[in-house]
């Protein structure tokens, strides 16, 4: 099976490494499952974390069936799709937060990831086992940022 016609990888998570609350929730594009059998949510911790106190960074996958912005509590999180990293006062970089949902029971997806003071985080969501061509994602941030996978 080639690999490459049958998943779709698209950024997801906006960064935040300017927020000044000890915590800050990060909300992820909302992903439509139409014609697609599952998604896996990855999230890279890329700086040194806080370093003052002890912090919990976790990755939740909520689903909907509306379109409704991802902010909105018609979001319900999944059971069984948590991932968490919790950093010390040592650096932290370089930490993935992985979760799969395979099949899940509404069309619409999203993650969110509860970050510490300082954490940077870039996403990428993979669809897979898609079955129609996608269409042009026309998302206004998505200019500014690139992201690079090979199937090799």
């Known amino acids: 099976m080639n690999l490459s016609r049958n998943v779709i990888c698209a950024p997801h998570l906006v960064c935040a490494s300017s927020q000044t609350s000890s915590t800050a929730t990060i909300y992820g594009n909302r992903v439509d499952m139409a014609n697609a059998d599952g998604c896996m949510f990855v999230a890279l911790l890329t700086s040194s974390g806080n370093t ?9 996958v909520y689903q909907t069936n509306t379109t409704e912005a991802v902010t909105t509590t018609n979001y319900t999180a999944i059971s069984g799709t948590s991932a968490y990293l919790t950093t010390g006062t040592t650096a932290a970089g370089q930490k993935l937060l992985v979760c799969d949902v395979y099949r899940p029971r509404k ?6 990831v509860t970050a510490g003071k300082g954490q940077l985080y870039y996403g990428v969501s993979v669809k897979y086992g898609v079955r129609v061509a996608p269409t042009t994602n026309t998302t206004a941030y998505e200019s500014n940022r690139s992201v690079v996978m090979s199937t090799a």
């Open 52 to 60: 003052t106190a002890s912090i919990t960074n976790k990755m939740i």
């Open 107 to 112: 069309r619409y997806l999203s993650a969110r």
